[in-house]
């Protein structure tokens, strides 16, 4: 699995020339990692309004920054909470010999965008929304990473490279919540490569592991004590049914034979 990852300071335009060896029947995807940024802390994640996220205008939920209703003059046109203020907005680009990689900020599936009704008209005519989105959706993570952007292979068009090859990252911007990001450059694996779908792979083939072993385990004990009683009826269920004929001398089983 393809992962590489690199350090951007804060306020800093920075370049990298790293070498990679791309797998042409992967996806290429770009992440932002917050080092000790904690997106799990109640107040934070409630830190929105629902309705003024599904509105036509954000106006037309009078809120201000902190989502505590105001007067409509005083309305902020953008959404409210300190999820959406805390947001990156770094850029980051790749390319390979001066030619930039076609990648997307289209980071969220269709069938998502279709169906969902959480963020409306307003919202997802913020530039970048999608890139937003992902990141109104907090991290169980003390390490935030979010994506940053993807491409499919056929996007990518990487036919024409083979083994390694020399691709440019390029980073800027300023986060004010943060004094460095780790940019992490990837291409998914057995697990992916965001950390919660990481940690629930993981998880999950050792949960999985313990009980295939248990089962096995159980299975061997089994089979060892038919071996070892041989062949017959429980002696505990006949020894039942001999005292059973002692004090009533009529019954009969198939068991005393």
Known sequence: MLYYKTKHENGQTEQRQISLHLNQKRP???YYQIPGFYQNIRSYVQSFNLTQLASDQFTDVPLDENCKTTTPDKAIN???GLIYRTRVEDVYTLSINNIPLQMNAKIISKNFIEF???FGKAFKQLPN???TAD????SPFKDVQKVYSAASQEELN???YSGNVTVELKMSGTHNYSAFRNVVVAQPGLFGNKNETAALGKM????????????LLYLLVYIYIKVKEGPGVDKGMKHAILKLQR???GVTSRYTD
């Open 116 to 118: 969902n009704t959480f």
């Open 135 to 138: 990141w109104m959706r907090p």
């Open 129 to 131: 929304w999608q890139r």
């Open 158 to 160: 990487l036919s024409s």
């Open 247 to 249: 004090m009533e001398p």
């Open 78 to 80: 953008y959404p409210c």
């Open 28 to 30: 290429l995807a770009l």
């Open 204 to 215: 999950n083939l050792a949960f999985g592991i313990v009980c295939t072993v248990c089962a």
